[in-house]
């Protein structure tokens, strides 16, 4: 069974950088079918699409996000991870990992997601 | 960049009853649409993928149609355990891989 984990900071302060990574176990990131992603959610709001990489370092990211965004994979470690610099309190979210899995005929889903972390922005 | 919209913003059922809810695209999507599913303090489930196939595990109750623009997820019998908040997201042009802004389903 696929499993994701967030892991990194619970805290970061105004003006610095968010650093998180995602670990993938029960599958391969170097799976050639799948992406694997972003997403976050501010308290009480809705989902956020931040950005997706593929195995072989393809990125892709919310324009509204891209000028401080940063994705990359490690498939030697089999996981990948996100850097969003330059964050404010508007940058306070859970931050999801999330495969983009492929289901054949052009479908994309997020299939499987890690549990989630909640990274806040204060001094 | 295309825009998802879901309304209404809140639906209140009865169980037992039928849900349906809404999702428009401000272009055409073909039929490049996800459903998903998150109960508070929980990650969302993929329910529904290519607007109307249905994830591996989803029940039966659980329908999507539409295409282009217009979509719908209905909810034959509404359960306990379905009240959540409804999330439709499309894949056809990305980035952005855009969710709409969400149906919260709640007891009446």
């Known amino acids: 069974q696929l499993q994701l984990q967030e892991s990194g900071p619970g805290l970061v302060k105004p003006s610095e950088t968010l650093s998180l990574t995602c670990t993938v176990s029960?599958?391969?990131?170097?799976?050639?079918?799948?992406?694997w992603g972003w997403i976050r959610q501010p308290p009480g709001k809705g989902l956020e699409w931040i950005a997706n990489?593929?195995?072989?370092?393809?990125?892709y990211y919310n324009p509204s996000l891209k000028s401080r965004v940063t994705i990359f994979v490690d498939t030697s470690k089999n996981h990948f991870s996100l850097r969003l610099n330059s964050v404010t309190a508007a940058d306070t979210a859970v931050y999801f990992c999330?495969?983009?899995?492929?289901?054949?005929?052009?479908?994309?889903?997020?299939?499987?997601w890690g549990q989630g972390t909640l990274v806040t922005v204060s001094s | 960049e295309i825009v998802m919209t879901q309304s209404p913003a809140t639906l209140s059922v009865s169980p037992g009853e039928r849900a349906t809810l809404s999702c428009r695209a401000s272009?055409?999507?073909?039929?490049?649409l996800a459903w998903y599913q998150q109960k508070p303090g929980q990650t969302p489930r993929l329910l529904i993928y290519?607007?109307?196939n249905r994830a591996t595990g989803i029940p039966a109750r659980f329908s999507g149609s539409g295409s282009g623009t217009e979509f719908t997820l209905t909810i034959s019998s509404l359960q306990s355990e379905d009240f959540a908040v409804y999330y439709c997201?499309?894949?056809?042009?990305?980035?952005?891989?855009?969710f709409g802004g969400g149906t919260k389903v709640e007891i009446k």
């Open positions: 999330a495969r983009l899995g492929y289901y054949g005929s052009g479908n994309y889903a997020f299939d499987y």
């Open positions: 029960g599958g391969s990131v170097s799976n050639i079918s799948n992406y």
């Open positions: 990489i593929y195995y072989r370092g393809s990125s």
């Open positions: 272009q055409s999507v073909s039929s490049n």
């Open positions: 290519g607007a109307s």
């Open positions: 997201q499309q894949y056809v042009d990305w980035p952005p891989l855009a």
